[in-house]
């Protein structure tokens, strides 16, 4: 582990994200821009992760999206976990379209989605999902998070998992036969 602190990852990701995102149409709001604190430097937690709410409030957000990259004192544990508040199915929709796209940029585990009290998924009034973009603390992990091509392709999975979440795949129709049309 080199001392790479986890803003070095999310908010590069995050500002590319929000760049594919707006290149497709979408409006994007991010709750920072910079190394900054939201609600200010002598904030308490839940003050910091309400502020983030409120952000999402205020711009009368449709989802909310918080990345983060995991650690864990064990340094073999490693892969993508999405979370989301249990008693929102369209959370837990957010969290596994997220998940799917996550666990395609790398050959790592996938620690699937997760319900969690998690305070920004908890008061969010819109479907809300917290991703875990890998471990810093797996010397492997840190290795690929590092890089701006992964985080180009980590950023590129959220757009990604987002757009299949707002707009979901077609589903074939079936023909009079009843058979599914399928072109391979």
């Given at each position: 582990m080199t001392g790479i602190y986890e803003k070095d990852i999310t908010l590069p990701v995050a500002l590319k994200a929000k760049a594919l995102l707006e290149a497709k149409g979408a409006i994007v709001t991010l709750t920072r821009t910079t190394d900054r604190d939201v609600y200010?430097?002598?904030a308490t937690a839940p003050q910091e992760l309400q502020a983030r709410v409120n952000i999402a409030v205020q711009h009368h957000a449709d989802l909310f999206v918080s990345l983060h990259a995991n650690a864990c004192a064990d340094t073999k544990v490693g892969g993508f976990t999405s979370y989301?508040?249990?008693q929102s199915a369209r959370g837990k929709a957010l969290a596994q379209a997220l998940q799917n796209r996550l666990v395609q940029t790398a050959n790592r585990p996938d620690r699937g989605i997760q319900p969690a009290g998690f305070y920004v998924l908890k008061y969010s009034p819109m479907p809300a999902a917290l991703v875990e973009m890998l471990f810093l603390s797996n010397p492997q992990e840190e290795a690929l998070l590092r890089q701006k091509p992964f985080q180009d392709k980590l950023a590129n999975?959220?757009?990604l998992g987002i757009e299949d979440y707002v707009r979901p795949p077609a589903r074939p129709q079936p023909d009079?036969?009843?058979?599914?049309r399928t072109a391979l």
């Open positions: 200010g430097p002598l989301y508040f249990p999975a959220l757009a009079r036969k009843g058979a599914t």
